[in-house]
C-alpha cells in the first residue's frame, strides 16, 4: 500500500519523510527525493495511505524527523580538501554518521575516503564489508569513489617503537653508556623516555596511527581525495588523541635535544681519538614524527579545512560528555560547529506507556542541550532512531539523507 503512496508523495507536506528504513531497504524503487521532504520532530511518523494518489494520509507513529539546520551544502562545498572529525560516547552512532557523511560525500562527487581511528573498528560492519588489513580498501556497492581504512593501532605502535629505539631510545642509551657518558643517560632517564617507548601512553597508538595517515594523504597518489573523515574512538580516547601532539612534539623535542649534545660529545671524543667522522645518519625519524605531529596539531586546529563533529544522544550522562569533550575542544582549539543528537524516538501515538515515558525522557535531555553554554550555540542535528540497525549501503545512504540535509 506504501508504495502507492509514493506516487503522489510530491503532494505530502515538505515535512515528513514518510517511511522507515525497513521499507526503504526492502522497497528501493520505491526511494523518495529525501531532500524535498523533511520532517520536524513535533511530526509524526509512518504515513499510511488510505487513498492513492491523494492527498488523504493517516499518519501514524514511527517516521521521521531531521531540523533542516546539519547544512550539508556548507559542508559539500568546495572541491578543496577538507577533514570531517565524528567524536563522541561509546556507542552513541559515531561509526554510522561517519559512514553515512562519507557514503553521501561520495555520492555528490567527492573522492572520499573514511578512517576508522578507534583500535575497536566498526567501520566493516557499518558498510557490511570487509575493509580489514590496515590499507585503503575500495568500498563496493557505489558508483562513486569511495575508500576506506581501518588502521592497525598494533601495526602502528609496532613502527613507532622500532623507529624510536633505534633513533633515540634504547640504542641510544646503551651506546652513552659505552661512551662513559652515564650522566647524560641519567637525564634521558627523567624524561622517562624508556616509559614513553616501552609502555606508549593510551592513545599514543591512535596519534601515530594518524600521523601515518597523514604520511600518505600528503603523498601525491592521494591528492585526488577531498573529503577525509574520520571515525574516531570514544571521547576518553580522542581527547588524549587531540592532545597527544602537543605532548610528543615536546618529549620529541627534548629528546632530539638530547641527541644533538650527544652527537656533539661523540664527534669531540673522536676527534681527540682521531677517528674518522662518521656519515650523519640517514633522515632521522624522530624529526620526521615530531613534523608530523606538528602537521596533525594544525590540521586539527584548522576552521578552514576541519570540523570536528560531536555525536550524542538524547540522554542527560550523553549530553554531559558531549559538553566536556566541547570544551576540552575549544581548550585544544579544534573547530567544532554542529552537534548531531541520534537516536532520537519517534513521538507515539500509540498507548505504550514505555515510549511516551522514554520519548518525554528524551525531550527533557533534549532541553538541557538549550541551556548548556557549551552547547547551546552549536547547529543541532537531530536523527530518530530508526527500526532496523544501520548497517551496508543503502542502510547509510538512508541515514546520510536523514542527517545530512
Ligand atoms: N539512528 C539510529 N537508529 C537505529 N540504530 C542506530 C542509529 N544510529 C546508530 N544505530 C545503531 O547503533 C549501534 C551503534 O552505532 P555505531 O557503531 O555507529 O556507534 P559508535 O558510536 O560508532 O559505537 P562505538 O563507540 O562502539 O564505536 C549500531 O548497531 C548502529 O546500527
Given at each position: 500500500m506504501l508504495s502507492r503512496c509514493f506516487r503522489s508523495?510530491?503532494?505530502?507536506?515538505?515535512?515528513?519523510?514518510?517511511?522507515t528504513l525497513s521499507h526503504y531497504i526492502s522497497k528501493p524503487?520505491?526511494?523518495?527525493?529525501?531532500h524535498r521532504i523533511k520532517a520536524s520532530l513535533s511530526s509524526v511518523s509512518t504515513l499510511t495511505c488510505i487513498?492513492?494518489?491523494?492527498v488523504t494520509f493517516q499518519v501514524r507513529s514511527i517516521a521521521t524527523v531531521v531540523d533542516?539546520?546539519?547544512g550539508f551544502g556548507e559542508v559539500v562545498v568546495g572541491p578543496q580538501r577538507k577533514y570531517y572529525f565524528l567524536g563522541g560516547?561509546?556507542?552513541?552512532g559515531k561509526t554510522s554518521c561517519a559512514a553515512s557523511l562519507a557514503v553521501k560525500f561520495a555520492h555528490h562527487g567527492h573522492p572520499t575516503i573514511v578512517i576508522s581511528?578507534?583500535?575497536?573498528?566498526?567501520l566493516s560492519d557499518s558498510f557490511a564489508?570487509?575493509?580489514?588489513?590496515?590499507v585503503l580498501v575500495p568500498v563496493e556497492g557505489l558508483n562513486s569513489p569511495l575508500f576506506a581504512l581501518e588502521i592497525d593501532p598494533e601495526r602502528a605502535k609496532e613502527d613507532f617503537r622500532s623507529a624510536s629505539q633505534k633513533n633515540g631510545g634504547s640504542a641510544v642509551k646503551d651506546f652513552m653508556n659505552n661512551m662513559g657518558l652515564g650522566m647524560l643517560a641519567n637525564q634521558l632517564g627523567e624524561l622517562k623516555l624508556g616509559e614513553l617507548l616501552d609502555?606508549?601512553?593510551?592513545g599514543l597508538d591512535e596519534a601515530i596511527a594518524i600521523s601515518k595517515v597523514m604520511q600518505f594523504v600528503e603523498s601525491p597518489q592521494y591528492s585526488m581525495f577531498s573529503r577525509i573523515v574520520f571515525d574516531t574512538a570514544p571521547t576518553g580516547h580522542t581527547l588524549r588523541l587531540l592532545s597527544l601532539p602537543d605532548f610528543l612534539d615536546a618529549s620529541i623535542g627534548k629528546v632530539m635535544k638530547l641527541k644533538q649534545k650527544l652527537a656533539s660529545a661523540t664527534s669531540a671524543i673522536k676527534s681527540v681519538l682521531g677517528k674518522a667522522e662518521e656519515q650523519q645518519?640517514?633522515?632521522d625519524k624522530l624529526e620526521q614524527l615530531r613534523k608530523r605531529m606538528t602537521k596533525v596539531r594544525d590540521l586539527f586546529r584548522d576552521s578552514n579545512t576541519t570540523e570536528f563533529v560531536i555525536v550524542t544522544i538524547p540522554s542527560v550522562m550523553a549530553i554531559n560528555e558531549s559538553s566536556r569533550l566541547h570544551a576540552s575542544l575549544r581548550k585544544e582549539h579544534v573547530p567544532v560547529q554542529r552537534l548531531i543528537v541520534n537516536q532520537i524516538l519517534p513521538p507515539s501515538t500509540s498507548d505504550c506507556k514505555f515510549c511516551t515515558t522514554k520519548r518525554k525522557d528524551q525531550m527533557r535531555a533534549i532541553d538541557m542541550i538549550k541551556n548548556d553554554p557549551e552547547l547551546a550555540n552549536l547547529k543541532i542535528i537531530q536523527a530518530p532512531l530508526v527500526?532496523?540497525?544501520?548497517?551496508?549501503i543503502p542502510a547509510l545512504k538512508y541515514m546520510g539523507n536523514m542527517v545530512w540535509t
Open positions: 508523495i510530491s503532494i505530502v507536506p515538505r515535512n515528513f519523510i514518510p517511511i524503487q520505491n526511494n523518495i527525493p529525501f487513498r492513492p494518489n491523494t533542516s539546520v546539519a560516547k561509546g556507542g552513541v581511528t578507534d583500535p575497536a573498528h566498526s564489508q570487509d575493509l580489514t588489513g590496515g609502555t606508549p601512553p593510551p645518519d640517514v633522515p527500526d532496523l540497525e544501520i548497517r551496508g
